[in-house]
């Protein structure tokens, strides 16, 4: 069954960091493009960033951009989000999300979802 | 990064057809046929729905469907019954990102 489990959400003091956990299964990961997706509360679904395993540069959103950092870890089947800087803005749920076409970018739809991690960034 | 836009809402009865929109620009849904529709029950991550403006993911019921003309495209669920009531986000992929949301739309079945 194909799987995804994020980890890692809490409550985090402005300016302050978290690293975000998603771990994938049944699926060959390394050659997966996996992505970011958070959601504030009663808000819309915002994208936040995206990687191919595969290689090549990752990308992300404007808000988020020179703060948080995506990176996949193939020997293990996980994908993680660095949040630097947090601001109350941040405050989501953060899901992970896999790419319907592996290999390389192109919007072709998010095909399989984790179950969401939740950060509240206040003092 | 701005978003594309949908109605904040549409409702209609057990059995009508509804249809929910998605305006965007030249440079995403205009463009691109890499539109993507997702439905969100209360308290539960998006599902994928439609991708590439028309195609339907195995185990998606025929009664949605999806279009695209010029800058906007549309989801339509024929035949509504009680468990389509949720969320729907539209996306698109844009040059300066894969995924652009749509602002969502909230189905209310009467």
């Known amino acids: 069954e194909v799987q995804l489990l994020e980890s890692g959400g809490g409550l985090v003091q402005p300016g302050g960091s978290l690293r975000l956990s998603c771990a994938a299964s049944g699926f060959t990961f390394r050659t997966s493009v996996m992505n970011w997706v958070r959601q504030a509360p009663g808000k819309g679904l915002e994208w936040v960033s995206v990687i191919n395993n595969s290689g090549g540069s990752p990308y992300y959103g404007d808000s988020v951009k020179g703060r948080f950092t995506i990176s996949g870890d193939n020997s293990k089947n996980i994908l993680y989000l660095h949040m630097n800087s947090l601001r109350a803005e941040d405050t989501a749920i953060y899901y992970c999300a896999k790419d319907r076409v592996g290999y390389s970018y192109g919007g072709y739809g998010l095909d399989v979802w984790g179950q969401g991690t939740t950060v509240t960034v206040s003092s | 990064q701005s978003a594309l836009t949908q109605p904040a809402s549409v409702s209609g009865s057990p059995g009508q057809s509804i249809t929910i929109s998605c305006t965007g620009t030249?440079?995403?849904?205009?463009?691109?046929?890499?539109v993507s529709w997702y439905q969100q029950l209360p308290g539960k991550a998006p599902q994928l729905m439609i991708y590439?403006?028309?195609k339907r993911p195995a185990g998606v019921s025929n009664r949605f469907s999806g279009s695209k003309s010029g800058n906007t495209a549309s989801l339509t669920i024929s035949g509504l019954q009680a468990e389509d009531e949720a969320d729907y986000y539209c996306?698109?992929?844009?040059?300066?990102?894969?995924?652009?949301f749509g602002t969502g739309t909230k189905v209310s079945v009467l």
């Open positions: 996306s698109s992929y844009r040059d300066d990102s894969p995924y652009v």
């Open positions: 030249s440079s995403d849904v205009g463009h691109y046929n890499y």
């Open positions: 590439d403006v028309t």
